[in-house]
């Protein structure tokens, strides 16, 4: 990697619960960072929403306070700024007035799931039912994607009817919302979207990677709203006077899954599990699209510039995982802080024939079920809320297995050298990576800096300004030397019992969102 102890890269990481900006070395190392949380808003049972202006001051004030700390430090950040890139929680929509800068509604975040009568509408109407557009843009008519948010916001909410009526809406995912305000706004702030975020919308063509004609006319979207599609590094417009960095380029972006796939090295052949709010497997399927059988989704891995070759992967995504986590703490009271969890439920050493399914909007990857609402079975006298905080935890790592076996059914993977690279938050807590572990069979490998979302955004526009190199970027045998694995000790025998009793579990899940109030 480059040299020069004064070269810096930026990293906006705009998640789904936190907005933080992390500014990198020459090394790839964070010298300096700000994190912000900001407001969840629960209009309705199952409806998520976000306020995008309040993204947008979280942003700022990442961007002033993690150049203040890294200044504070001895680090010359205005005179050794090369660029920045950013990652975004994807599939949530802002449709906003390209004449005054401001939202015409709230964001409607990824996992809200108000548009499920839009997907059964579709289902009925369109010949192909939920696979309808798979073979074009590798996803299944879902609540989770932006199209049918897209849908329900025309539908349902005037003033997008109006401003589309007048040519004055813009339509984006919370990465061309943010892009559009840091390069200008109303005084010509570019409307643009990468490869990775627009291959979750339901309206990017897989193989030519740009909007889909016949989907848009089906769909009755205007394709004047769209942002342009551009690759994941590359130059893509200054930041504008106002923000507390100015006159950077931004260099690179990608969704936050496609990010910590990049941040993690992953070449063809190898996982990664992010493990945030919800959680999600990506498998780097190399230059081919690879269709699945079994549940997951096709999609972008990245793609490393105008005229690089694109990587697909199949993705496994699940709605709740650290969620549950804050269930416990913020709903049931059981736990006062996320990191009391591991302790808890280290009390125990087995959930005692508890299991927890958190299918609270319903289930995702691979069963793809929004019937389905939470349970807990497996209750008797003797369970604790250890033993629950335990089920919690196993919860997270059932899921992902499923998930996993699923990609091992699709994929050509070498199971014998199989292993997971795991990262996110909920990756500091030792016993979960254990019974992941465990549960898989297979090895669990978790670097040193887990913030690989943040990384691989950082990587992006490093590449693109000739900071860093592919080579630099894949080559990952010192970042290998100071990871940590968890290696599995679980029989196998009780391995296959526990994934009997939570398939079982999960199968209770079904057909229970007409249930009463």
């Known amino acids: 990697m480059s040299n020069s102890k004064q070269v810096f890269i930026g990293s906006l990481d705009q998640g789904t619960t936190s907005t933080r900006f992390i500014i990198y070395d020459s090394q790839a190392k964070p010298i300096g960072s700000h994190q912000v949380e900001f407001s969840q808003f629960y209009p309705q049972a199952g409806w998520v929403e976000h306020d995008p202006l309040e ?41 906003w007035s390209k004449s005054t800068g401001r939202p015409l509604y709230n964001a409607i975040v990824w996992m809200d799931a108000r548009t499920s009568c839009v997907c059964r509408r579709l289902e009925k109407e369109l010949s192909g039912g939920k696979s309808h557009f798979v073979k074009t843009t590798g996803l299944p008519i879902s609540p989770y994607f932006s199209a049918t948010k897209l849908i329900w916001l025309i539908e349902n909410i005037p003033p997008v009817q109006e401003a589309i009526k007048k040519g004055d809406a813009l339509f984006g995912t919370i990465d061309s ?84 796939t990049l941040g993690q090295a992953c070449r063809k052949g190898e996982a ?23 549940g997951l989704l096709s999609t972008l891995a990245f793609k490393l510039g105008p005229n690089a070759p694109a990587n697909y992967a199949l993705e496994g995504s699940i709605a709740i995982a650290g969620a549950a986590v804050q269930w416990l703490r913020d709903n049931l009271g059981i736990i006062g802080s996320a990191s009391e969890i591991e302790m808890l439920a280290s009390e125990v050493d087995s959930a005692g024939g508890v299991y927890f399914v958190p299918a609270f909007n319903g289930l995702f990857a691979p069963w793809w079920r929004d019937d389905a609402r939470g349970v807990l079975i497996g209750i008797t006298r003797y369970t604790t809320k250890a033993h629950i905080a335990r089920a919690v935890l196993e919860s997270m790592c059932f899921q992902v297995k499923d998930v996993l076996d699923s990609m091992h059914k699709d994929a050509e993977v070498d199971d014998k050298h199989f292993l997971l690279r795991v990262d996110g938050g909920a990756t500091i807590n030792n016993l979960m990576m254990q019974i992941q572990a ?44 100071i990871a940590t694995t968890f290696k599995p000790v679980l029989d196998a025998e009780l391995r296959k019992k526990k994934v009997a009793s939570w398939c079982k579990a999960v199968e209770r899940t079904f057909d229970l969102a007409d249930l009463s109030i």
């Open 55 to 95: 993204i947008l001051e979280s942003v700022r004030s990442c961007m002033a306070k993690a150049v203040d700390k890294a200044t504070a430090d001895g680090h010359n950040v205005d005179g050794g700024l090369k660029a920045i890139g950013l990652t975004n929680q994807r599939e949530t929509t802002v449709v």
């Open 177 to 260: 919302w943010l892009i559009w305000n840091l390069t200008g706004g109303v005084k010509g702030g570019l409307h643009v979207t990468d490869v990775t975020n627009a291959s979750r919308t339901l309206l990017m063509n897989l193989k030519t990677l740009e909007w889909d004609k016949p989907t848009l006319e089906i769909l009755k979207i205007p394709a004047e709203i769209l942002p342009k599609i551009v690759s994941n590094s590359e130059i893509i417009g200054n930041i504008a006077k106002g923000w507390p960095i100015t006159d950077i380029p931004i260099s690179g972006c990608l969704g936050d899954q496609h990010a910590a």
């Open 272 to 294: 990664k599990s992010t493990y945030g709010t919800g959680a999600f497997i990506l498998l780097n399927t190399g230059e081919q699209i690879t269709e699945s059988k079994h």
């Open 438 to 481: 465990d549960l898989l069979g297979t090895p669990v490998v978790r670097p040193a800096d887990i913030e690989t979302t943040a990384l691989g955004a950082a990587y992006a526009a490093g590449l693109a300004v000739g900071v860093w190199t592919e080579k630099d970027i894949f080559d990952s045998g010192e970042r290998a030397k």
